[in-house]
């Protein structure tokens, strides 16, 4: 598959706004001072702001899965040891191991959309039976706090697991550790204290909406797509008005995900200046929607029979 965008794309120059370069420390500041405003409206009893409140920390929470995508990719922070720290710390409160995740997206990259594709199974297997590959869209798509952590693990534990390195290997076995550590030691804390409302209302509920979100996110940009090329096997959303800007902020500039499977060293800020290499130039590629829900609805016309890939154009579903 080609990963290369052409030469006239990767000769822009532009420098991001620096609104673009702060998205992720403006991100954490608006995560924190919203999970203020949630705690404060919870102990007053005022339901309405609070649900308001938790939708909101639930996107902003989606925006920290993708700071941590972006760290596994090195472009989170500039110093090394603070991206992965950041990394680790976002890994173990979303029940993932930061070297898991690193080691199987490289796959992602480098054979997307192909039977290679750790994170797309199964629906990049050919042969899969149907309801096999509807049960786990219904499982993502709802569970995707419990599915996501269980389907890198499954890479990890599999026969044939193309994570062989015997280091990389332990050093996620010491992740695993971490995290069960660590949240045996949160549990612990709010069960003492009897914080179980605030533990829910803070962590729980946009936690798991925050899971479904990316889950619904990763099939809007892959699922349902039958191509060979970066532009036809994934969709982008180049949004112009100030809402779908603020959206694509919050996210850190992931709504434009081709131009991060062209080139996938560009820093999230940068993205958006290379929007050119997303237009179609083959048939069967797909122009950038202008939102999210233009998206959805393109996706939803796939979803009773979830495939990923050229592979399966060639082979009888």
Known sequence: MSTTPSTEVLSQQERPPWVSRAAFPLLVAIYFVTE?????????????????????VSHLMHGMLIAFHEATHGLLRKNRRLNEIDGVIIGVMSFMSFNLYRAAHQLHH?????????ELWPF??????RWVRVLCAVLELTFGIFYTPFLFVRTFFRKGSPIRNTKLRRRIWSEFVLMAVVWVCILGAVAITGTWKYFLWLYVAP?????NMQSWRKYIEHVGLTGSTVNSSTRSIIAEGPLGKFVALTLLHEPFHGVHHWRSGIPHAELPLFASALEPKNPDEIAPFPSYWHAFKHLFRNLANPRVGSQWLTTTS
Request: aromatic share 12%; net charge negative.
């Open 110 to 118: 480098a054979h997307l959309a192909t039977q290679k594709d750790e």
């Open 207 to 211: 936690a798991f909406l925050a899971a």
């Open 36 to 56: 203020a405003a949630l705690l404060a409206s919870v102990y007053l009893g005022s339901f309405w702001v609070s649900l308001l409140l938790m939708l909101f």
């Open 124 to 129: 990049d297997i050919p042969g899969t039976p």
